[in-house]
């Protein structure tokens, strides 16, 4: 991208279920790619940062490509300037549509959307989404995690704090979604905008891409050499996170994924016995009492 090219907003909904990952995570750390082949979900690498989403044709998707020239020097700002458009289409929606965190958006409360920015070239990149309805039980199927009861605190702290416009009562296609995102964008930023298809050369060379995206060269970035852990910590919406703590009993050593709110441990799923005694020990507490350099903690 050059200063003299256009700066882009591309919004478009997937024909297909795929799942992406964020550029600086490890594949197979985060992916359990047995099951994501077995549900035939390709898996493809950003090239900008953050965690990893499942996107189907319940979601609309908005890109904005600007020149870094043409858009604030803070990244907080950025996310303000490019999310605005998404708030202006929740609001409009009837919902308290805000962000969260910098670039977290939230609407009533709950997580509505992933969002992800960083710079390609010369072009500052925000994408995001708006999610129509949300399919739980595959996204927890293909995470992968160090134990069943990990999985299963995930899925029920996902139900509870990601949202969907359905959820919310409002029932909107993509179609209708897009004219209310293309009409809030003309607000927002002030500038006429010239609506156009793709043309035949941009969407071979996106071909091309995607291709790239999904090779094996480019999703095995980052691998170690020699070995990979499963994740240990997993985040479901801002400020509330999954962590699966490993404490040693006096010569018994035993795992428990936490639910964390606000670095506060509100929650914990195990079998293990004596589940009132780690209740009791853990609930209220801060990570940080539990949480050190080696993910262990003697008591």
């Not at 950025?78 to 609001?91: C, H, R, S, T």
């Not at 927890?140 to 134990?147: E, Y």
């Not at 970035?221 to 990979?228: D, K, Q, V």
């Not at 509100?266 to 209740?279: H, M």
């Amino acid at each position: 991208m050059t200063e003299s090219s256009q700066d882009t907003v591309v919004l478009c909904s997937p024909k297909s279920p795929y799942l992406s990952i964020g550029y600086h995570q490890i594949v197979d750390s985060v992916l359990n790619t047995r099951i994501c082949k077995k549900l035939d979900l390709p898996i493809f690498r950003r090239r900008i940062g953050g965690g990893t989403t499942y996107l189907d044709h319940n979601q609309i998707f908005y890109q904005c490509i600007f020149h870094h020239s043409r858009v604030p020097g803070r990244t907080d700002r950025i996310y303000q300037m490019m999310l605005a458009a998404p708030i202006m289409v929740l609001k409009k929606l009837g919902l308290q549509g805000y962000l969260h965190s910098t670039n977290e958006l939230e609407a009533n409360g709950l997580r509505i959307a992933g969002i992800g920015g960083g710079r390609i070239g010369a072009a500052v990149v925000v994408v995001g989404n708006l999610l129509i309805d949300f399919n739980y039980h595959v996204m927890s199927q293909v995470w992968n995690v160090p134990n069943t009861y990990f999985r299963e605190l995930a899925l029920v702290t996902m139900q509870e704090r990601v949202g969907s416009l359905k959820k919310l009562g409002c029932i909107k296609t993509t179609k209708s979604l897009e004219a209310l995102l293309s009409k809030a964008y003309v607000e927002c930023f002030n500038r006429p905008i010239l609506e156009s298809e793709l043309s035949q050369e941009e969407i071979d060379k996106g071909r091309r891409t995607a291709k790239y995206l999904a090779s094996g060269k480019f999703l095995s970035l980052h691998r170690p050499i020699y070995s990979f852990e499963t994740m240990k910590s997993l985040k479901i919406s801002a400020g509330v996170f999954i962590h699966n703590l490993r404490l040693k009993v006096k010569d018994d050593e035993v795992e428990i994924p936490v639910r964390v709110d606000k670095s506060i441990i509100k929650g914990f799923k195990s079998n293990i016995d004596q589940s009132q005694y780690y209740k009791d020990l853990l609930i209220g507490t801060s990570l940080s009492k539990w949480k050190d350099n080696s993910n262990s903690k003697k008591f």
